[in-house]
């Protein structure tokens, strides 16, 4: 298995043949790198540290209150439940990352920000409450 990706970290095209000496692409073009450097610098501003958005304290206790009652709770609380334990999954492969191996890490990242993504664009309101 190659250390290096093989397709780009934003749009997923494949990269171009790597030179045989030099540091590895993540991105296909400036223009991906740049995109993804501004996703990631608006996901930090979102969670002060990293790239998950962090609900308020406010709002981490009202969905651990709904998670507690999770059984005879609203649809929408149980919805609200699971998006912060999506979260924290995310905040979880954000750790392991660290530790994997460069092709492993690689799937992981696009995994873990894919998800953050799809959070913040269709529930971002409810998270951040």
């Keep these: 298995m190659s250390s290096r990706p093989t397709r780009c970290l934003r749009c997923g095209q494949p990269l171009p043949v790597p030179a045989a000496a030099g540091r ?12 993804d450097r501004k996703r990631k ?11 998950v958005p962090a609900p308020s304290a406010a709002r981490r ?7 507690a009652g999770a059984a005879a709770a609203a649809p929408e609380d149980r919805l609200a ?22 092709t492993l890490r690689f799937r992981s990242e696009r995994l873990r920000r894919a998800l953050v993504l799809a959070l913040d664009n269709d529930f971002g309101e409810v998270i951040r409450g």
């Design 24 to 35: 590895p692409r993540y991105y296909c073009s400036d223009r991906c790198r740049y995109a």
């Design 41 to 51: 610098a608006q996901g930090a501003r979102l969670a002060g540290d990293g790239f």
């Design 61 to 67: 206790a009202e969905l651990a209150l709904a998670l």
């Design 81 to 102: 439940t699971l998006l912060l334990e999506l979260l924290g999954i995310a905040a979880q492969l954000e750790h392991l990352e660290r530790d994997l191996e460069p």
